[in-house]
């Protein structure tokens, strides 16, 4: 056996073809630097034509003074719900800013009344929720990278459909859609919508990012393991959970155990702590925290194959996590 432990980035897509995945601001590959802007023509008394190009619009404040989730670096500016008015000649609005569970639908729409084209990627949105003062990433984790924009004038709108009678077994899928968005498993509580990108009078290192803030009224959601849950074995302290490969065993195997650990246990870094929201979309995370109970202490899970690890690999340290209130420390072993 060949013992690794886990990347501290949560929920990363390892599907192939997908470029970009993760939070953050911009990857660069998002958004596409295009040089041509339109042009003022005036005619002069010797009928020649004086150029101008627009400047980039002044819009929004620095990525470091905003409200609302953190930005990457090469985000420089953000429009974000604090600052939006009627007069902001760009930013990103809801239909309404408070909805209702279990089932809520919110449309979200980018306006472009500014006379630049911005350059932006419909399906790198990103959506987070706020407890006790800190942003959490939830998704998408994976989206496609085509070259899209908005012109002067244009707009575009997404639809989020959130619909929790709907949270059961399956393995929710975190994908960038460019327009209709469907979501499961988020409990009452704020979350930010954003998405980001580049006038056409600007570099893709010097980003434009928008946010607009969603109310959800409704319970907490409850961390429920996956269908793919086979089998499960008590010894002693110690559970194991057995799930189902889906294939004919050809593919690498990756066991995991997740250790509670005691309150006065010293870890060498700061935990990283998790939410309801993000470990439901973690098969590892739903197949082993979901069965701690009274008395447990481990909880091994066996079964996943390689690329269905939601981690990464090759970490020199185990993944140490803050979940409701105890700390747990996550490591792997490949067979």
């Not at 432990?5 to 911009?26: K, R």
């Not at 990457?72 to 429009?79: A, I, Q, S």
């Not at 690999?313 to 409701?324: G, I, K, N, R, T």
Request: some cysteine; overall charge negative.
């Amino acid at each position: 056996m060949r013992r690794r432990a886990l990347l501290s980035t949560l929920g990363v897509g390892l599907l192939g073809g997908c470029v970009a995945d993760g939070p953050g601001g911009s990857d660069g590959g998002s958004t596409t630097d295009r040089t041509t802007a339109p042009t003022t023509d005036e005619p002069t008394a010797d009928d020649s034509t004086t150029t101008t190009t627009p400047r980039t619009p002044d819009v929004g404040v620095p990525a470091s003074e905003t409200a609302g989730p953190p930005w990457g670096d090469d985000v420089m500016r953000v429009v974000a719900w604090p600052d939006v008015t009627d007069g902001t000649p760009i930013a990103m609005r809801p239909a309404t800013q408070e909805a209702s569970l279990p089932t809520a639908m919110v449309d979200i729409t980018l306006a472009n009344e500014t006379d630049v084209r911005f350059d932006t990627n419909f399906h790198h949105w990103g959506l987070w929720k706020r407890v006790d003062g800190e942003w959490f990433y939830l998704a998408p984790q994976y989206w496609p990278e085509p070259a899209m924009s908005l012109d002067t004038g244009e707009s575009h709108t997404w639809t989020l459909s959130v619909d929790n009678t709907q949270l059961d077994g399956n393995v929710i899928q975190n994908g960038g859609s460019k327009d209709d968005i469907s979501l499961v498993g988020l409990g009452g509580g704020t979350y930010a919508f954003t998405t980001h990108g580049n006038f056409a009078t600007e570099d893709y290192e010097h980003a434009h990012g928008f946010a607009a803030r969603v109310d959800l009224a409704g319970e907490p959601v409850e961390l429920v393991p996956t269908s793919d849950v086979t089998a499960t074995i008590r010894d002693g302290d110690a559970i194991v959970v057995e799930v189902d490969r889906g294939d004919d065993g050809g593919s690498e195997e990756v066991a995991y155990t997740v250790r509670r650990l005691a309150d006065d246990a010293v870890v060498d870094a700061e935990p990283r702590r998790i939410v309801t929201e993000q470990a439901l979309r973690s098969r590892v995370l739903r197949d082993t925290l979901s069965f701690f109970e009274e008395g447990v202490e481990r909880v091994h899970l066996r079964g996943l194959e390689t690329h269905l690890n939601p981690f990464g690999f090759d970490a020199e340290e185990p993944q140490v996590l803050a979940y409701a209130g105890r700390r747990y420390r996550i490591t792997s072993e490949t067979a």
